[in-house]
């Protein structure tokens, strides 16, 4: 079964760092491309950041520049989201995607709350 679970959410105060991480099972995620999106309540899920498959190209949405950086590790093929400065705007569910087209695979989720 192929699977992406997303996990490092939880509660963090205004300024303070998060580490997401996206672990796969069922295939291999060296040829897919990965993105980051996140959905706050009400809002339409929006696109974050997002790495080529080789890690050669980074792309990032203009309110998380200079504070996000995404990564993966291709030695444990593992998809990576850093969050520094974090910001109430960010709360959200912040969700992982791997998409070779035409196959795209979501994660369900996990939970990031900025808060004092």
């Known amino acids: 079964q192929l699977q992406l679970v997303e996990s490092g959410g939880g509660l963090v105060q205004p300024g303070g760092s998060l580490r997401l991480s996206c672990a796969h099972s069922?295939?291999?995620?060296?040829?897919?491309?990965i993105g980051w999106f996140r959905q706050a309540p009400g809002q339409e899920r929006e696109g974050v950041s997002c790495?080529?498959?080789?890690?050669?190209?980074?792309n990032y949405a203009d309110s998380v520049k200079g504070r996000f950086t995404i990564s993966r590790d291709n030695d444990k093929n593992t998809p990576y989201l850093q969050m520094n400065s974090l910001e109430p705007e960010d709360t959200a569910v912040y969700y992982c995607?791997?998409?070779?087209?035409?196959?795209?695979?979501w994660g369900r989720g996990t939970q990031v709350t900025v808060s004092k």
């Open positions: 790495i080529s498959n080789s890690g050669g190209r980074t």
């Open positions: 995607n791997a998409a070779l087209p035409p196959y795209v695979y």
């Open positions: 069922g295939f291999t995620l060296d040829y897919y491309d």
